[in-house]
């Protein structure tokens, strides 16, 4: 009942007003139209008076110009007058000078009607001492002028009468010569009172105004918001007068009016609604509410069974939704069939592409390490940059199918921006001086500032644009500006990666975050790339509550902005890191894994370092290994036969004794989340991916020297550099071993380390490498860069490392030098 009370007041408003805006524009142009002929009909009720007076003014000039002798003419004259309307007062006949009597200079005829009827005729004109007659307005307005010509003056008060009046005057001639003017005066009280009443009887407001736009009579004329004012200019005197309706607007009446139809319309469409709702609800409503109810209470995938036997569109739809059920569930186990196809294909793409990916690179960089010619170590440079560009597309890949599948999850953690701002300066400084283009940082973040984020995933954004700007960019240079933005509550990181590259069209603007598209079909020819990299950082910048927008134009350049909401947080223990430094002369290490040409590159890496290694090909023998003798390091491929590395960590974490807690490191090609988070499940302390990078191993051991210590006797260099980490940095510098860098004599490996030491904000490493770089300025005799290297020294002694601008600046003098 509710519902049809709201459906009738929804009816009766939606009705009432389609018929309002239907019936009230027409009504409103009939009462429109209905004042407009009022006023035109009392426009003509007050010209009517006004141009009888004309005939009136014809005739004097007709008696003027056929007796020169107008005392012939004068009781036919007064006789007129006399019979003339009360809106006649007056009249005369005003000859040119001498032009009657050459002696009498002024000689008029002006008759005046008394209050008695009786005709006087006023001699004050032809007063010599007064203003000559021939120079007033009514007079000298029509002389020479066209016979026939009616001038009308303005609206005066008469001095002897005191009443408003109008005169109209006229020319006549002798024998074509300009002889003297007739006028006749209209008195225009008993006009205005007409109006008056005229404006009583049909409940009108009016205004009448002379051609000098001053008021006549004005009554009941009281203007309101919205009203109707009806206006129409009239006469040869130019009066103007505007009605309106002084009882009501147009507006309430066209409402009324409307009303009054409204009320015999909605009954009868209320009456019509009601039944067709009783109809509705009984063949149609009530049978769907059924469905929906069972639809509701029905389980996933189930089929609605209602008694319904009707052949009927409700039982039409049954059948139908029935059978969509069946084949929508039959659809649904389908996609998830190729889902999970999908993901498994992924996974092993990934896992086969990275096991050989992983010989192929792991091959290159021990083959760097030996002794090459030129030639040979220019191929086998161009062999690893192919292959790691290999992984990088396969990357892009696989982050897009993450995203698809709505699996990209932020990881998030403290750390501090000048890590990642050290970090782009140390590879595109590099790779933009090779272009011949210039690269420079801006910050404007505070110094020292941490941030909880995903490290990993802005570093992605950021290199994903670098890449970009530093691809398509040939001349010029390459900047990155960066700032913190509070707004309110929010902190945001606000990225700008500019650059003067080829820049992208308009058109082009418009796709670039689309999935595999690029600004041309050219640039992937020219230039390569999956067109996948901004798609992600757009998918990134989003996932991190962010945004990201473009501005570019040909020829000229390129600009990326991006917005990405951040938490700024306290520092954290800084992870420092030199790297290389451990002794790791007599420590075992177990390399599970069952493909030959990773074991042999995984020896050859962890044999260089000094470690004894053991292989086994799969996960039961590797448990008989680490039951049988001491291991300090075990390295888990995932994916091999008999027995893969989740089970077999999950049984070497449960046995029986030290051999328990042993260090073990997953080293597997397949990168998604589910299989990391299986294998850190299971008890692997880390997992590293495929291909090997040999700088992430160290950075691995050494943050878990600890463990990997734990059977041995405390190595100082190794393991007090661990445990004073979670203290203080002072006692931790104390004990890292110093490197010492003065016997480098390359500068920009030198330039390399400080980098290093910038991104693990290690004080006592850039130290030692500032210091160094300080012994081969000397003799370069470069005030600048000695200036700036002291400037930096100075900086780390206060306990901060060197500001980006100092960096930047050594950056740019040192490989001069």
Known sequence: MVALGLYLAMFIAIVGSVTYYVVESPVRAKLQQNLDLRTQLLSALITEPLSSSQGFVDSLVGFAQAHHNTDDVIPLFKSMLAASDDTIVSAGIWPEPYALDSKKRLNSHFFNKADDGKIDQLFSYNNPKNVPYQEEYWYTSVVNKKQGTISWSDVYIDPYTHVRMITASSP????????????VDLSLEELLGFIKNHAEEYNLGIMLRDKLNQVLVSHNFNLVEGIYISSNQFGDFGWQVDVVNSKSRVADEVF???????????????????AGYYLLNRYLISPITTIAAQVDSSKAGEIIDVDYSSDDEIGHLIKTFNEKTIYLEAEKVKAQASTNAKTAFLATLSHEIRTPMNGVLGTAQILLKTPLNSEQEKHLKSLYESGDHMMTLLNEILDFSKIEQGRLDLDETRFPLDSIIGSINSVYFTLSSEKGLQFKVYSEVPSGRWYFSDKARLRQILFNLLNNAVKFTSRGFVE??????????????????????????????KRIFKPFEQAESSTTRRFGGTGLGL??????????????????????????????????????????????????SGLKVLIVEDNRTNTVIIETFMSSKGFTCKSVENGELAIQAVVAEHF???????????MDGVESTTAIRALIGDVSSVLIFGCTADVFKETRERMLGAGVDYIIAKPIDERELDDALFRYSNKLYQYHE??????????????NSKSKSESLPKPDLRNKDNTEELLVTLYVALEDNNLELIQFALESLRVHVEPMNNAELTEQVDKALEQVSLGVPPTQDVINIITVNLPMA
């Open 535 to 584: 798609a992600i950082v757009k998918k990134i910048a989003q996932l991190m509550d962010g945004s990201i927008t473009v501005t570019s134009e040909e020829g000229i350049g390129t600009s990326f902005d991006v917005r990405l909401k951040i938490q700024p947080c306290q520092p954290g223990e800084i992870e420092s890191l030199p790297h290389k430094k451990l002794d790791y």
């Open 256 to 274: 009324r009016q409307v009303m009054s139809i409204e009320g015999g319309i909605v009954p009868l469409l209320l009456l019509c609604v009601m």
């Open 632 to 642: 300090d390091l075990v390295l888990m491929d995932n994916h091999m036969p008999v």
């Open 172 to 183: 006549y001639y002798y024998d074509g010569i300009f002889a003297g003017v007739a006028t």
């Open 480 to 509: 990155v500006y960066l700032k913190e933005v509070v707004d309110g509550s929010d902190t945001y990181l606000n990225i700008r990666v500019r650059d003067t590259g080829i820049g992208i069209s308009k058109e082009a603007q």
């Open 714 to 727: 405390v190595k100082a260099d190794a393991l007090e550099s661990q445990d004073v980490k979670k203290h």
